[in-house]
């Protein structure tokens, strides 16, 4: 009688493995679901959308929503937004914040390079707060120029340019202060660079936060750099992210000490890095 007992417990046992394993795959599900993607960034479904070629922001407080921009964005005043809003554009930068510009909004936008144009080019370059936008087809998703500076909950994916490019989702080369990066997917299905880059290229780096995001792939997932003459590189944070590991690894650190802290590989859900 004990041979039966023992079928019918170990039958049991599969069941309830196969239990658990439909339970952990259902949550990895739910859990890939909340971070920004294609469904939940962009273009909001309601919006109703205006053609329109470039738009030039000069007008400060401005608010531009709804247009479908065959072309490309260049905000040159303060506190402009942009939101719910398509642009399309091969444009070397796809939207422009000009350089000293504070308080622009670019939020819920589809902004797409296709992906032809120069290397170097950019989906948002300049500072602000830029948030659920869906950015794609360029070398560079958001490069930060200035300080002052959230981005949060956007889609950054499918780096694509002409050229020789150097793919970067997020990259802040110098002169920067008081950046915070939360809550984004960046996606570098290349195997060179990064999904975020950080350096002292154009000058010193301070109380740059990159917490709370799925970021993916590169030469390296992150880099931290000091390597160049611009100044020195303070205060930067790379806290609870999930990270796909880059071709080289996850991180490169070079001249300073950044915090790192509770970062865990997206497939093992493993300690991630710091290398």
Request: charged residues 15%; contains cysteine.
């Amino acid at each position: 009688m004990r041979q039966p007992i023992l079928v019918q417990a170990l039958l049991l046992l599969a069941v309830a493995s196969l239990e658990a394993g439909g339970v952990a795959a259902r949550a990895a599900e739910r859990d890939r679901s909340e971070w920004p993607n294609e469904t939940n960034t962009g273009v909001r479904p309601d919006a109703k959308l205006t053609p329109s070629g470039d738009v030039v922001a000069d007008q400060a407080g401005a608010t531009f929503s709804g247009l479908d921009i065959a072309g490309r964005v260049y905000i040159k005043a303060p506190n402009v937004t942009l939101t719910d809003s398509r642009v399309t554009s091969a444009s070397f930068y796809i939207v422009r914040i000009e350089p000293g510009v504070t308080g622009t909004v670019i939020r819920n936008c589809e902004i797409n390079g296709v992906g032809s144009g120069n290397d170097g080019s950019y989906g948002i370059v300049g500072q602000g707060t830029f948030v659920g936008n869906n950015i794609y087809n360029v070398e560079n998703g958001i490069g930060v120029s200035g300080s002052d500076t959230l981005i949060q909950d956007n889609y950054i994916h499918d780096l694509l340019a002409s050229g020789s490019p150097h793919y970067d989702g997020i990259s802040i080369d110098g002169g920067n202060s008081n950046v915070v990066i939360r809550h984004n997917t960046v996606i570098n299905a290349h195997t060179q660079t990064s999904a975020v880059m950080i350096d002292n290229y154009f000058g010193p780096i301070s109380n740059i936060e990159v917490d709370g995001n799925l970021l993916i792939g590169g030469g390296y997932t992150v880099y931290s750099s000091a390597q160049f003459n611009g100044g020195a590189v303070d205060g930067v944070s790379f806290t609870n992210n999930r990270m796909g590991r880059g071709k080289w690894g996850y991180s490169s650190i070079v001249k300073n000490v950044p915090v790192w802290r509770e970062n865990v590989d997206d497939a093992t859900g493993r300690r991630a890095g710091p290398r």
